[in-house]
């Protein structure tokens, strides 16, 4: 079992999932898909009935080291998804794969050394770390990341340089049926789409933008909190080489990074209270269970 009333250190993350795929083996399996740079294990879950055919979603989390409230939020969907029986059909009608920490170097660092470090931890000249949400091959380098090593927002040396990257990126191509991505940040309560690094409308924006509104519909019903949908270039800001866009870029349809809400009253919004760990689980919850219907429904 694991918490939701604390945030949990990496190990405690995978000694939950380990357990999982061992009370539940018909439907949880556990793989490591690569290391991170200073060689701890990149570890997703496939959760799912087994049907090939059916679509996948591949989420993950803690892309960004200090977004405490991503790891939390996504145990919790792996829970939901296992350990709930009413949530049955979601796992006999889609193909699950769940990367908990997709950074699990920075995050732990965010424990040990500096609770407000971002990027990975890749050894620099100057200054340490890459923003692996920048290092994707999508539109790399272009306006809406920096070349600066000492830059939050560092796109790396060359494209796909983060391990952590390039593992999920291996994955995502070897995925039959990849229909959909997720990405959990936070902060903003914002359901974001292609694209990042241009204002151009993705192809399907229609539909990205109708799906999102739904999702921010049945995340409002639960308790009042607002998320608003939209192409992350208008939206936000321009952001080059993210994961989004990349998936978007490779064909998966329902790509979206979703920003969690913000701790308040702490001085800083990446700091969120371990008591909002429910909450705002449960309120994302139907925003997912929409999500996945649409998809499913549309494949
Ligand atoms: O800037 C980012 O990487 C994300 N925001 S955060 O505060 N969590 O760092 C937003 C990325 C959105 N990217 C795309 N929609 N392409
Ligand atoms: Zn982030």
Redesign the pocket.
């Given at each position: 079992r694991i918490t939701f009333t604390e945030f949990h250190r990496y190990n405690v993350i995978l000694d939950y999932v380990d357990q999982l795929q061992q009370s539940y083996p018909d439907i949880v399996s556990v793989e490591e898909f690569g290391r991170s740079t200073e060689g701890r294990p990149l570890v997703l879950l496939r959760i799912g009935t087994g049907n090939a055919n059916n679509p996948t979603i591949i989420m993950d989390g803690t892309i960004?080291a200090r977004?405490w409230i991503s790891p939390a939020v996504t145990s919790y969907v792996i829970q939901e998804l296992v350990e709930n029986p009413a949530n049955r059909q979601l796992i006999e009608d889609i193909n699950w794969i769940i990367v908990p920490v997709l950074n699990p170097d920075g995050y732990e660092y965010t424990f040990t050394d500096q609770r407000l470090w971002?990027k990975t931890r890749r050894i620099g000249i100057v200054c340490n770390g890459v923003?692996a949400?920048?290092n994707f091959d999508a539109a790399w380098g272009a306006p809406g990341a920096s070349t600066s090593e000492c830059s939050e927002?560092f796109m790396g040396p060359y494209v796909f340089s983060e391990p952590e990257a390039l593992a999920l990126a291996v994955v995502a191509e070897q995925t039959a049926n990849l229909e959909g991505y997720l990405t959990m940040?936070?902060?903003?309560n914002w359901l974001?789409?292609?694209?990042?690094f241009t204002e151009e409308p993705v192809e399907n924006a229609a539909e990205l933008q109708q799906l999102g509104n739904a999702m921010s519909n049945a995340i409002y019903a639960v308790n009042g909190t607002r998320y608003t949908a939209g192409p992350?270039a208008e939206l936000?800001y321009y952001?080059s080489g993210?994961s989004?866009?990349w998936f978007t870029v490779i064909g998966v349809p329902l790509s979206y990074?979703v920003?969690l809400p913000a701790g308040v009253g702490t001085g800083n919004g990446f700091i969120i209270q371990p008591e909002r760990i429910l909450p705002v689980s449960q309120e994302f919850w139907p925003g997912l269970v929409t999500y996945a219907n649409h998809l499913v429904q549309r494949y």
């Open positions: 960004h977004e971002r923003d949400n920048r927002t940040h936070s902060y903003g974001l789409f292609s694209w990042g992350t936000l952001a993210t989004q866009d990074t920003e």
